[in-house]
């Protein structure tokens, strides 16, 4: 890869790597409800936190390997679809993690100001 191309993916990388930690609270405050992954793709674009599908659906699995979230499949409109949703002890963690982030952007806005 040239040096061009390397310096011109800096800030897309960058901006990635930020959005990656926030990406998990973003998902877990959306699964107070039942979701299947493409609904919860929309909820949170529509909230103006786009993901998209090579990130989100890796991402779901990860959470529910860490006990976080639930799921189950369900057959609706004649297609098979996994929901999800935060399970009791994702919603044990999620005010922690609220409680964190409150405080970071709390230090971040002094530290930008």
Do not use: C, H
Not at 28 to 50: A, H
């Amino acid at each position: 890869m040239a040096k061009k191309d390397t310096e011109s993916s800096l800030p897309e990388n960058m901006t990635l790597e930020l959005r990656r930690g926030v990406i998990i609270l973003a998902v877990l405050s959306q699964l107070n409800e039942d979701q299947y992954g493409y609904s919860l793709m929309n909820v949170l674009t529509g909230k103006g936190m786009e993901i998209d599908q090579g990130t989100l659906y890796p991402l779901l699995r990860r959470l529910e390997s860490r006990g976080l979230l639930e799921s189950d499949w369900r057959v609706e409109e004649s297609r098979p679809r996994r929901y999800y949703r935060i399970s009791p002890k994702g919603a044990e963690i999620l005010p922690l993690l609220k409680e964190e982030w409150n405080r970071l952007t709390e230090v971040m806005k002094g530290l930008l100001q």
